[in-house]
């Protein structure tokens, strides 16, 4: 196989330059706010809102919103003010949030494990029907947002989550968001130990804890069991790899500090062996390094990255040893490299013989009917479970094998690819303009349009490997451009001399694979942009160039190829 050689360097985030100034490290600082985000989250706590919504906020309508819960405490409750309709994405940054936003909100359900069942599919359905106008997307973090929620819903949409088991607790804001699983833990007959009881308890013992609800930014986390590494653990705060020690036997290597956005960096192993029964309070330990250690005076370098890029792995695995856990952890050896590709899409034999099937709809893009119908499709296939996953998919569990052709059939009517295109199965998008106020570019509608497009113009051609599209709205990247074969990053363009909407091209990212030793971040190219209208002609072009120019009897992939390619090859 060939490797990369170009890949740049895993630390592309550094930490704040040494200043006279407080970085607002409470350990080191002290807990005075240094801005004015961080005075209101110590006026009143994020959690303290939800009250505010079912008993004023629900009867007096948007307009009773006081700005700072508007903007600030509802976050933690999974709501977001949506962009107002008709807003064009060069006044993104000129507008105030109150100029950008609508009486709406996204509404974040959080599915932690991704794990659901067809009653609670059901229920998200009826919401979004009933309260969302029939909008549903799937996240890229096992979640479902909703948009065009009112405030005065909120009470009664509360209720039906959570007389199932679901919620919004901390779906948002700076506090433990979810918690990424295998979306085939317990039932894939390859993983090495079924995270679920430790998610679990994580969740139980600390999601909506006070003492976690005030953290610098959000913490995100991520757990595995399964040998395809399924859960993108190299850009999440703190990560969990099953491993299988030589002598203390199966646990799990533990990962610390990564995150993308503007200012990318992977995360690094602290080559600690953590035992599953350790997992919960070693995970506590690192969100309490973060709430006591992370930078809080300056917003852009507030995750727990930047600490991590001061410290070092070393440093922080000592603090987190002497001063949250009191004891050492063992030395663990990494985990072998991906065994396959981690999004679980196509048809799977489970450990008890029966299957579970991986399902693609387009960029995440589904709706309250969808999935209502798919509840029913599932039900009348003997089966009652599902799974989110961390790349925008659906995968149905326990489902007999005589039927699993009968399901994949329903899967196609509903717009849900068992057996999708290359291209569909690589393609992700973010919110976009159509609803986030921070977008600049249309993303989803785009992304659709040039996978429809590519579909057709590369049926001929015989794609070594999914290619990994990733379509992101501002330079955030929730869709993750950095780690993507293809990776576009909103922006206005300026082509042939008239400035439109486009994104900058990100080549050759992705994360640790089958095909890929170790992640890596993508390649830019100075001056190459696309237009929003251009995506499919781009691809197309450099796709075709990557499988003329591409070294076959070293099987060599798109990120390997873009990465030694002449800038002319990649325009």
């Not at 110590?42 to 939800?50: E, F, Y």
């Not at 490299?337 to 960029?363: E, L, N, S």
């Not at 050759?508 to 830019?524: K, N, V």
Request: aromatic content about 6%; charged content about 25%; hydrophobic content about 35%.
């Amino acid at each position: 196989m060939v490797t990369t050689s170009q890949t740049p360097p895993r630390a592309a985030t550094r930490p704040p330059r040494p200043s006279t100034k407080p970085n607002g490290q409470w350990k080191i600082d002290g807990t005075t706010p240094l801005n004015g985000n961080e005075e209101w989250k110590q006026v009143d706590d994020g959690l303290a809102v939800r009250e505010r919504i079912e008993n004023v906020y629900a009867a007096g309508g948007f307009s009773s919103i006081d700005p700072t819960d508007l903007h600030g405490r509802f976050r933690v409750w999974g709501l977001y003010t949506q962009r107002k309709p008709g807003i064009d994405g060069g006044r993104t940054a000129t507008l105030t949030p109150e100029e950008l936003e609508d009486a709406y909100f996204m509404l974040r359900v959080r599915i932690d494990g991704g794990q659901l069942t067809t009653e609670q599919l059901r229920v998200i359905a009826g919401i979004s029907r009933e309260f969302g106008r029939d909008t549903a997307d799937l996240t890229d973090r096992q979640n479902v947002q909703l948009h065009w929620v009112e405030v005065e819903s909120m009470p009664e949409i509360w209720r039906r989550l959570e007389a199932v088991g679901l919620g919004t607790t901390e779906a948002c804001g700076d506090v433990p968001r979810v918690v990424l699983g295998s979306p085939v833990a317990g039932i894939s007959a390859d993983e090495l130990i079924d995270p679920t009881p430790q998610i679990d308890e994580i969740t139980s013992r600390f999601i909506g804890d006070p003492t976690l609800s005030n953290l610098p930014r959000k913490f995100k986390s991520a757990i595995t069991g399964h040998p395809h590494h399924d859960v993108v653990h190299e850009i999440n705060d703190v990560a969990f790899v099953a491993v299988d020690h030589p002598e203390l036997g199966i646990g799990y290597d533990l990962w610390v500090g990564g995150g993308l956005s503007t200012s990318p960096r992977l995360g690094e192993r602290l080559g600690a062996f953590v035992a599953p029964e350790r997992v919960a309070e070693t995970w506590h330990g690192v969100a309490q390094i973060f709430r006591d250690y992370g930078y809080r005076r300056l917003r852009n370098k507030a995750r727990l990255k930047f600490l991590l890029a001061e410290w070092g792995p070393a440093k922080f695995r000592q603090v987190l040893q002497d001063e949250y856990l009191g004891y050492a952890l063992p030395d663990g050896p990494a985990a072998p490299q991906p065994a396959g590709p981690g999004d679980h899409v196509g048809i799977h034999r489970q450990k008890d013989g029966r299957f579970y099937v991986g399902a693609t709809p387009i960029v995440g893009r589904v709706s309250g009917t969808t999935l209502a119908r798919l509840a029913d499709l599932i039900e009348e296939h003997g089966s009652t479970r599902l799974r989110t996953t961390p790349h925008q998919k659906v995968v149905i569990l326990d489902i007999p094998e005589d039927r699993v052709e009968s399901l994949v059939a329903g899967l196609d009517d509903l717009g849900l690819q068992a057996r999708p295109s290359l291209i569909r199965r690589g393609t992700i998008a973010c919110t976009g303009i159509e609803f986030c106020k921070l977008a600049i570019v249309e993303t989803k509608v785009n992304a659709t349009a040039a996978v429809r497009d590519l579909e057709e113009r590369l049926a001929g051609f015989d794609l070594p490997h999914p290619i990994s599209l990733h379509v992101n709205g501002c330079p955030n990247s929730c869709a993750r451009i950095q780690t993507a074969d293809i990776g576009l990053k909103g922006q206005l363009v300026t082509i042939d001399g008239e400035q439109v909407p486009g994104y900058q091209v990100h080549l050759g990212g992705g994360l640790a694979s089958q095909d890929r030793d170790e992640a890596g971040l993508g390649r830019t190219v100075r001056g190459l942009k696309v237009a929003a209208d251009g995506i499919a002609d781009y691809v197309d072009r450099v796709v075709r160039r990557f499988l003329d120019e591409r070294d076959e009897a070293a099987d060599e992939t798109f990120a390997q190829w873009a990465h030694r390619a002449d800038e002319e090859a990649l325009q």
